[in-house]
């Protein structure tokens, strides 16, 4: 699915929006941010390798769009635990 993603943001023209940090992958490909997607698409296989709770939390609210509450719901985890993971994940995107 991450690729179909990738490949059509690259079909688009990019429109880049630096002062809104994207909540989902389809928010950077519909922009057609191709970079934006690929650092993305770069930051959460390395995180993957190295937290995969955080990983999970990234996946589902970046990839599939989840608030944090229904993530909580879907690993079985706190809101204030997916929060903190998200918080982990934003950090690292806007690095």
């Known amino acids: ?3 179909v993603i ?3 943001s690259q079909a688009l023209s990019p429109h880049p929006d630096p002062a809104r940090l994207p ?3 389809l928010d ?7 970079e934006q997607l690929r650092h993305a698409h770069a930051v959460l296989a390395a995180l993957a390798g190295e937290d995969a ?3 999970n939390v990234a ?3 970046f990839y599939v769009g989840l608030d944090i509450d ?10 204030t635990t997916v929060r903190r993971a998200w918080n982990r994940v934003r950090t690292r995107l806007r690095s």
Request: glycine share 6%.
């Open 28 to 34: 950077l490909a519909t922009r057609g941010a191709t």
């Open 53 to 55: 709770a955080t990983a």
């Open 70 to 79: 229904d993530i909580a719901g879907v690993l079985d985890m706190t809101s």
């Open 1 to 3: 699915m991450r690729d």
């Open 6 to 8: 990738i490949d059509a």
């Open 23 to 25: 909540q989902t992958a």
């Open 59 to 61: 996946r589902l609210r």
